[in-house]
């Protein structure tokens, strides 16, 4: 079955960067999208970006442009979220998650693959 295990996550300085991993498994990714979520204590959901495992296409929301980064390593099946610039309101639960190719990438609701979260915590 597939599986998206997290890890990186951790606590920063505010200006800092982090860098998260998101190790798939299970199945072959080419004709997926990974998508990258948060989720802050009493907040929803939040889309902070997507990559195209067969293109490398990336999106991402005006929130995170420019400051955060995806890439993906086919060798090791593992896709990345580098996150620079760190402010306290990034502090969130991070989330990869895996769709076939499609719309609604931003819609965490259109994911049926989910890693179990990692928490990263920016202080001021």
């Known amino acids: 079955q597939v599986q998206l295990v997290e890890s990186g996550g951790g606590l920063v300085q505010a200006g800092g960067s982090l860098r998260l991993s998101c190790a798939a498994s299970?199945?072959?990714?080419?004709?997926?999208?990974m998508g990258w979520f948060r989720q802050a204590p009493g907040k929803e959901r939040e889309y902070v970006g997507v990559?195209?495992?067969?293109?490398?296409?990336?999106d991402y929301p005006d929130s995170v442009k420019g400051r955060f980064t995806i890439s993906r390593d086919n060798a090791k099946n593992t896709v990345y979220l580098q996150m620079d610039s760190l402010t306290p309101e990034d502090t969130a639960i991070y989330y990869c998650?895996?769709?076939?190719?499609?719309?609604?990438?931003?819609?965490?609701?259109?994911?049926?693959?989910w890693g179990q979260g990692t928490q990263v915590t920016v202080s001021s």
């Open positions: 990559i195209w495992w067969s293109s490398g296409n990336k």
């Open positions: 998650a895996a769709k076939p190719v499609g719309s609604s990438w931003a819609v965490p609701g259109a994911y049926p693959y």
């Open positions: 299970g199945r072959t990714f080419i004709n997926y999208q």
